[in-house]
């Protein structure tokens, strides 16, 4: 039971992570300077790292590594041109 919880968790800050990475997109029209802007995108960036591994490192060893075969562009490209 707690490693499933572990898991969720993982998972969770993993998803956090990506929603920061898609905030940092969002900084350049907000209406701060361009030294806070920089200062904030910078901020996104690490805290969103730290929160990636910390949810993969949660989330476990082959939770990671199904997510990264799934996640693979090589994949997607071959999966596209053997449609064709």
């Known amino acids: 039971m707690q490693a499933r919880i572990q898991a969720k ?3 969770i800050l993993i998803v956090t992570s990506c929603l920061l990475w898609a905030a ?3 900084v350049p029209f907000l209406t701060f ?3 806070h802007k ?3 995108v910078t901020i996104l960036v690490i805290v969103s790292e730290v929160i990636f591994w910390l949810g993969i490192l949660l989330a ?3 939770l990671a590594h199904r997510y990264r075969h799934q996640l693979n562009p090589i994949k997607w ?3 596209m041109t053997r449609n064709k």
């Open 24 to 26: 940092v997109f969002v």
């Open 77 to 79: 490209w071959r999966r």
């Open 9 to 11: 968790l993982g998972l």
């Open 33 to 35: 300077a361009i030294s």
């Open 38 to 40: 920089a200062i904030i």
């Open 60 to 62: 476990g060893r082959d």
